[in-house]
């Protein structure tokens, strides 16, 4: 019984394979490309990239003024 | 030649062809790419607000959204933080004290947990009488649950030292899907930004990437020398990064179906406990055992800072949907809100 189980095991492990095997690739130079490219257009809005002016941080307390 | 044995020549010779389409796409490195990008410039971020409250190891965080956190320690709770203000809007006992694991819905109405006790419990934030109650326990794993994520209210995912994520649907506590193929235990998972597909890190050290709806393995991702216990999605939803305890971070591309970089240090020797990208991918926020937090610039893969402020491993980290602010949260049972 338990080689049968090792047999089965082994077959969906094949399977397995063959399918992860069939995946399209793209050039490492395309996707490289895409991952720069996608930090570019999105680094002005990351706040922990650029920072974030003390009076728009909410997690800053804000600083009342006293008009005399 | 035994079938048995023929099976395993094919298995390899697979695993070959694999190797060899990987590096087939390989016209260049992620390195020689951006070869002519200087690195981001050092990043200091101050803590700006510290979460107490706890009283023991805090094991998991996670952001509901841009404001609220939820928590989760051994002292038997899970708090939802207001992070702008530190209030506690809900402090929940929980039956089992042996939490590893929280996550928020992102619609805000619930919060999950669990551990241990091989359960996710799953709470109702928005019950008529404004009591939080367990409002359903999703049971069938037969191993500690690590890691769980709501894809709405009505499903969620889970990750468990019983080798298997599951997916379930909370209102019949039914499993809907079970993601079976690492071969040891599964220590994190992350849902993409599509909601198609999710990725899990396990102590068989790879990342495997799962299609949601018919529950196949797509791809597996290998290079780790030890367990992988951090994993997320790169903002864009392209790549996946993971934390291992070989003191090292990955970035596997999804469409190249490849390790385009490692980020490591001869200086750092301990694991990486948790992970989190910033909002534009620039960023790659790692806790590590050594009680720190490194900042990698992800496309140079340079250390470009570091928090320090914990007196314990830094257990779990997140950053805020909008990307204002990052949460540190520690077995000093303390949780740091930092930008």
Known sequence: MSSNSNLTTMKRTVEQLKLEASVDRIKVSQAAADLQQYCLQNASKDALLVGVPAASNPFREPRSCALL | MGEMEQLRKEAESLKDEITAARKAVQ???????????????????????????????????????????????????????????????????????????????????MVACGGLDNMCSIYNLKGKDGNVKVMRELAA??????????????????????????????????????????????????????????????????????????????QT?????????????????????????????????????????????SGIMCGVTSLAPSLSGRLILAGYDDFN???????????????????????????????MACCTGSWDSFLKIWN
């Open chain 2, 27 to 109: 016209d260049l490195t992620l390195q020689d790419h951006v070869a002519g990008t200087a690195v981001v410039g050092r990043v200091q971020l101050k803590t700006r607000k510290t979460l107490r409250g706890h009283l023991s190891k805090i094991y998991a965080v996670h952001w509901g959204d841009s404001k609220l956190c939820v928590s989760a320690s051994q002292d038997g709770k899970l708090i939802v933080w207001d992070s702008y203000t530190t209030n506690k809007v809900h402090a929940i006992p929980l039956k089992s004290s042996w939490v590893m694991t929280c996550a928020y819905a992102p619609s805000g109405n």
């Open chain 2, 141 to 218: 794993h037969t191993g500690y649950l690590s890691c769980c994520r709501f894809l709405n209210d009505n499903e969620i995912i889970t990750s468990s030292g019983d080798c298997t994520c599951v997916l379930w649907d909370i209102e019949t506590g039914s499993q809907k899907t079970v993601f079976a193929g690492h071969l040891g235990d599964c220590m994190s998972l992350g849902v993409a930004p599509d909601f198609n597909t999710f990725i899990s890190g396990a102590c068989d050290f790879t990342a495997k990437l799962w299609d949601i709806r018919d529950g196949q393995c797509r």
């Open chain 2, 221 to 265: 991702f290998g290079g780790h020398e030890s367990d992988i216990n951090a994993i997320g999605f790169f903002p864009n939803g392209n790549a996946v990064i993971t934390g291992s305890d070989d003191a090292s971070c990955k970035l596997y591309d999804l469409r190249s179906d490849q390790e385009l970089i490692t980020y490591q240090d």
């Open chain 2, 293 to 323: 937090c490194n900042i990698w610039d992800s496309l140079k893969a340079e250390r470009v800072g570091v928090l320090s402020g914990h007196d314990n491993r830094v257990s779990c980290i997140g950053v805020t949907p909008d990307g």
